[in-house]
């Protein structure tokens, strides 16, 4: 039997009460690992974050205004550092929470303001 760590277990306990499943949060994004050309280009310090390479059409990131291309640096506060780490994040949020995405687009840092939608796999 495998373990769950603690605070695992306290994110999904409500799920499971109320709803008899987990459920994960979506904003509607597949996410690539900056290419090395790019992090030179915009002159991170560090190459941390998460390149957006395609948003679905009708998603939650889609109707906040985010686009392929897009460089996510920060979900509600906490800075991105690679792929795994937006995907975790975003999963850990429930459907209807509001998520604040900064993104670096054309070297501007700009904020946008999501609705998470449930996951459905």
Do not use: C, W
């Not at 373990?3 to 409500?14: C, D, Q, T």
């Not at 030179?40 to 390479?53: D, F, T, V, Y």
């Not at 990131?61 to 795994?84: C, F, H, Q, S, T």
Request: proline share 3%; no cysteine; glycine share 8%.
């Amino acid at each position: 039997m495998k373990s769950i760590p603690i605070n695992m277990a306290r994110n999904i306990l409500p799920d499971l009460k109320m709803k008899g499943k987990v459920t994960r949060g979506l904003l509607g994004i597949r996410v690539q690992d900056i290419p090395e050309e790019m992090a030179q280009n915009l002159k991170l310090e560090e190459k941390s974050g998460a390149l957006i390479a395609q948003v679905e059409k009708g998603s939650p990131a889609d109707k906040a205004g985010l686009l392929a291309g897009d460089l996510v640096v920060e979900v509600n506060g906490k800075k991105i550092k690679d792929i795994y780490h937006i995907v975790h994040l975003v999963s850990s949020l429930r459907a209807g929470e509001k998520a604040i995405v900064k993104v670096l687009r054309d070297s501007r840092l700009m904020t946008f303001r999501a609705v998470i939608a449930e996951r459905k796999d």
